[in-house]
């Protein structure tokens, strides 16, 4: 009979950086979000198809609010992108104003796109289009939601200064984050751009 073998050393429960299970937990979180999404596009463009009638009915919407918008929410990235950077090479002691200015951005970007909501002429079971439009746009601003809590937790970790350079937490929101904004500028082309074409 085998003598029994008796590990001395305590197995790995996390493992740092991208071994650890928050770095594959936001990994999968975002490829099963953008698979949704992919659902979504997919089921607007098959509406579109069958449609009997111009699609989007009423002719291609406005780009007044919309493409600012876009611009503001891509901007974002870009800020938040800048100050991670300068804040894990050192030149910047606090990456919490970037953190808050980029939970700002999105929050003038969910006021903007309430607006735009308003204005529609359309509700959400007044047909096919209206009921994509309105699925599509406010699954998508319901990211925007979470993505603007968890960067205010993240400035109120940077507050208490839990957050270190080379810590996976600013690495994951910022992942998400960027998440959002390329879903967004797939949406938006989709939505906005495409229609535009005679």
Known sequence: MPDAIIAKDT???NGPGRLSTGWWGMLCLISTEGILFAYL???YAYLGVQASGSWPPGGAPPLSLALPNTILLLASSVVLEVGARRF???RDRSTVPVLLLTALMGAVFVIVQWEEWGRKEFGFTDGAYSSIYFTLT???LAHVVAGILALLV???WG???RLTRGGLHLALGRMYWHFVDVVWLVVFLTIYIVPQQP
């Open 154 to 156: 993240l400035a109120f």
């Open 138 to 140: 406010g699954f998508h």
């Open 41 to 43: 596009i997919f089921s």
């Open 159 to 161: 507050w208490q200064q």
């Open 11 to 13: 197995l790995p429960v």
């Open 88 to 90: 894990r090479s050192g």
